[in-house]
């Protein structure tokens, strides 16, 4: 019987080469590891489909984590952007005309390039029954090798938040920080990212004087940065809310392509450099903490 079984292996594993879904070869390995429903006619065979993509060497895992960083950043800004259109609402109703905060937002989003349909459908969302207002909270927190975080949160629920996040910090290191013990040690500021591929720093430097921008800020590199790496570096404009619509029509008029920040971005004053076990330990609490669904941005003073 195990020879007939392995004779059906071996053949069900020919077949597994000339065709592209990978049941095959999970039917073959039922059998193999239950022999006894190979005896069963029409018994059920449990199929595995896999929906993550797989990653077929160093490059391919890079790049679908860059996508999956890239959409989860899109996500968290069309989130954040959603909040304050609730919060306008809520405030001053949903005419325009009348609601200046909600011009604000919307002239933001416009600005942002935040699709039509969510603001819509968060106008809409704001006059539901039961639906609250949105408010910002920020928490502060001490990572690995001396590293501060600062954790910004747009919430309908403030004790849902914290609790969140304090259950995070504690399965995943950190500590929570008295406030104002962190935050000084940030600026908050207008950020516009632009890859370094798509232009270079004495052409940023000429649009951001003419622009009124603070400063061009770039891209760290390390001793051992791929060329997958470095094409995946971004320079950041710095400006005010006064020049920052003047930065970006500097750079629409040059024709480079940009990111736009998410309203606002936290910078900090100094860098604090650590070895690559903090660095680590901080990048997965920073991660997590990324993925609670009230928390909008997180910011850290490391290198």
């Not at 073959?28 to 929906?51: D, E, G, H, M, Y």
């Not at 996040?165 to 600026?187: C, L, N, P, Q």
């Not at 710095?238 to 936290?266: A, M, Q, W």
Request: aromatic share 6%.
């Amino acid at each position: 019987m195990r020879a007939l079984l392995q004779l059906q292996l071996q053949a069900l594993t020919t077949r597994l080469s000339h065709s592209s879904s990978s049941s095959i070869f999970f039917r073959a390995k039922t059998l193999w590891l239950n022999p006894n429903r190979a005896c069963t006619q029409n018994s059920q065979v449990r199929r595995i489909w896999f929906s993550a993509p797989v990653c077929m060497g160093r490059r391919s895992c890079k790049i679908a984590g860059r996508k999956e960083a890239q959409d989860a950043k899109k996500a968290k800004l069309y989130s954040r952007i959603g909040k304050e259109v609730v919060s306008a609402v809520k405030r001053g109703g949903p005419n325009v005309t009348s609601n200046s905060v909600l011009a604000a937002v919307l002239e933001k989003a416009k600005e942002l390039d935040v699709p039509k349909d969510i603001l819509e459908r968060n106008i809409k969302r704001a006059s539901e029954k039961g639906q609250e207002a949105y408010i910002e909270k920020v928490y502060e927190v001490y990572g690995y090798g001396g590293v501060s975080i600062v954790v910004e949160v747009s919430t309908d629920k403030a004790h849902r938040s914290v609790a969140k996040i304090r259950e995070v910090i504690r399965d995943y290191g950190g500590k929570m920080a008295d406030s104002g013990s962190v935050t000084f040690k940030f600026r908050r500021v207008r950020v516009v990212n632009i890859k370094a591929t798509s232009a270079d720093k004495d052409q940023l430097l000429s649009i951001a004087l003419d622009a009124g921008a603070e400063d061009v800020i770039e891209p760290p590199t390390y001793e051992d940065d791929t060329e997958e790496d470095s094409s995946e570096r971004y320079y950041k404009i710095v400006g005010s809310s006064e020049n920052y619509s003047s930065i970006l029509s500097k750079l629409r008029e040059e024709g480079i392509d940009f990111e736009p920040d998410n309203g606002s971005e936290l910078l900090p004053n100094t860098t604090v450099e650590v070895d690559d076990e903090a660095m680590d330990l901080n990048k997965q609490l920073m991660s997590k903490l990324l993925e609670l669904d009230d928390v909008d941005a997180v910011y850290t003073d490391q290198k």
